[in-house]
């Protein structure tokens, strides 16, 4: 029943590391590279153990009370991530590339409004009947179908991120580089 969440979890791992991509190394676009991905490692560090706790708990045949409270504190802290992120992403400023100001928006929207999803996730797990396990099975079904569409239009909108003089920059970034292979990606 688990394994589907950690599933679509895992589904949207390339979410963060779709900052990466082409394009120019400007010495103005390095910078700003530099200001969003030194914050984005850590964030994608807690996403990474929040995806294990969740993994762990339904790979550990754990009761519906211990999945419920494994499932809710992993949403809340991929919420505070993804809001860390919004944040990282604002607080770099404009980026120096053509559309900047729209780009920088919409990344901003989307990981603000993804932590509101997840946050949204949490309150759901939280108010699921662990009293009948096939109940709370059918809840985290349903919570594993929003996680794939929270996976899918978050890298939509951070590919639009990516685009241009951006994407070279940030994969130079130690913080903005995707996983190597064999390695847990983020969500």
């Known amino acids: 029943m688990n394994k589907k969440l950690a599933a ?24 700003w590279a530099k200001k969003v991905c030194d914050k984005v490692k850590p964030q994608v560090g807690k ?4 995806n294990e706790s969740i ?21 809340q802290d991929i919420s505070e991530a993804y809001l ?3 944040k990282a992403v604002g607080d770099a400023g404009v980026p120096p590339v053509e559309n900047g100001e729209k780009l920088e928006k919409n990344a ?4 603000k409004g993804l932590s509101k999803a997840y946050g949204e996730l949490k309150t ?13 099975a059918e809840g985290l079904k ?10 899918e239009s978050g890298n939509e909108a951070l590919q639009k991120l990516q685009s241009g003089g951006l994407g070279d920059a940030m994969a130079k970034q130690k913080g903005c580089r995707k996983a190597s292979p064999g390695s847990t990606p983020a969500a």
């Open 8 to 31: 679509a979890l895992s589904g949207s791992a390339a979410l963060v590391l779709t900052l990466t991509g082409c394009g120019d190394d400007g010495a103005d676009t390095a910078a």
């Open 47 to 50: 996403i990474q153990q929040a």
């Open 55 to 75: 993994n762990d708990a339904s790979e550990q045949n754990k009761s519906p009370e211990e999945v419920q409270k494994t499932d809710s504190a992993a949403f």
């Open 84 to 86: 860390a992120l919004a």
């Open 108 to 111: 901003v929207d989307e990981l």
């Open 124 to 136: 759901t797990v939280d108010e699921l009947d662990t009293g009948s396990q096939s109940k709370f």
């Open 142 to 151: 349903g919570l594993a179908q929003e996680l794939g569409r929270l996976g």
